[in-house]
């Protein structure tokens, strides 16, 4: 079994940034995507970024340019890095981790990033 744990969500003006981390701990498979997606009000829940454990990165075009996503695999942990957010980018943030062998997704509790002014 594996759990993920974040941190880092919270309120930010628009044009701000935030840093989210994503913790993954128990049996992880070593050949695995983590990444983040995101669920606003009233929307079905969609991909943020995600990077493969080699370091291939992946964004959806929403995001792109404004997002940076990356992971430190000694540490089971990814990060995202979120700069000139827009209130579009209110929403529940959701790690996740998928084992490539087996397509055995795992999603942490989510984290709450609301752009406002």
């Known amino acids: 079994q594996v759990q993920l744990v974040e941190s880092g969500g919270g309120l930010v003006q628009p044009g701000g940034s935030l840093r989210l981390s994503c913790a993954a701990s128990g049996s992880i498979s070593r050949i695995n995507a983590m990444g983040w997606y995101r669920q606003a009000p009233g929307k079905e829940r969609e991909l943020a970024a995600v990077v493969s454990t080699v370091g291939n990165t992946n964004y959806a075009d929403s995001v792109n340019g404004r997002f940076t996503i990356s992971r430190d695999n000694a540490k089971n942990t990814v990060y995202l890095q979120m700069s000139s957010l827009k209130p579009e980018d209110t929403a529940v943030y959701y790690c996740?981790?998928?084992?490539?062998?087996?397509?055995?997704?795992?999603w942490g509790q989510g984290t709450q990033v609301t752009v406002s002014s």
């Open positions: 996740n981790l998928r084992e490539i062998l087996t397509d055995q997704n795992y």
